[in-house]
């Protein structure tokens, strides 16, 4: 199995709302990562957790909030978000995290913010 | 800082032509690098990857890559490309400085015309 699967697909929420993404993998990789891609621009990352902890935040916004509850799960809590907040998040999953390391994506929820 | 940038944003190709897509990038320690390709409606996924060794490097469906570290350069090509090629394809470095994280060019879109 070497799947990365996302949901929802599509979320479409009000900036008071709060709501919840969720990545999973069962390949045994113990690096998951939060990247958001926006229109015609490449992923931009936003986490990476390593074994179950949070190794990188690249100065997200606290209105994104991940979790990592187990090996296999990540989830990204939303709560309060901007219009601008609107893209597409990708989850992805790795080995470990080191630089070698294929990343395998899932396809994505597409986030609209009204 | 570290940064990947790809030539061309926009080809167009007729099947059967060579495909050169260009990247370049900027990082200050060892680096390995990678090609990934969006297909429409797919996720992203790995086309290839150099980390060492030999400097031309072969991926899935006929693509290869050259490492030319005297020119920062990682170049995609393929000799003959196929309406099937049709998808965006994003360079990206990642190294062992700034924690591991992959960065991404801002992708090249390519249409390859049946």
């Known amino acids: 199995d070497t799947e990365v699967t996302q949901t929802p697909k599509h979320l479409v929420m009000g900036m008071t709302n709060k709501k919840s993404l969720k990545c999973e993998q069962h390949m045994g990789h113990r690096a998951m990562y939060w990247y958001k891609q926006k229109a015609k621009k490449p992923p931009e990352l936003m986490f990476v957790y390593s074994y179950e902890k949070l190794s990188i935040n690249e100065s997200v916004p606290s209105r994104f909030s991940p979790e990592c509850p187990n090996s296999s799960l990540l989830n990204l809590h939303l709560h309060a978000l901007q219009p601008e907040d609107s893209a597409l998040y990708l989850c992805?999953?790795?080995?470990?995290?080191?630089?070698?390391?294929?990343?395998?994506f899932g396809p994505g929820t597409r986030l609209t913010v009204l | 800082a570290q940064s990947v940038s790809q030539h061309n944003h926009h080809v167009i190709l007729s099947e059967a032509a060579s495909l050169e897509l260009g990247c370049n990038y900027s990082?200050?320690?060892?680096?390995?690098l990678f090609w990934y390709v969006q297909y429409p409606g797919q996720h992203l996924q790995l086309l290839l990857k150099y980390f060492s060794g030999d400097p031309l490097v072969k991926g899935i469906k006929g693509f290869e890559a050259e490492f030319i570290k005297s020119k920062f350069s990682f170049n995609l090509r393929k000799p003959s490309v196929q309406w099937s090629d049709t998808a965006e394809y994003f360079c990206?470095?990642?190294?062992?400085?700034?924690?591991?994280?992959?960065?991404f060019g801002a992708g090249t879109r390519l249409f390859v015309k049946a």
């Open positions: 990082y200050g320690g060892t680096v390995n």
């Open positions: 992805a999953s790795s080995l470990q995290v080191i630089s070698t390391d294929t990343q395998y």
């Open positions: 990206a470095v990642a190294g062992n400085t700034g924690g591991f994280k992959t960065i």
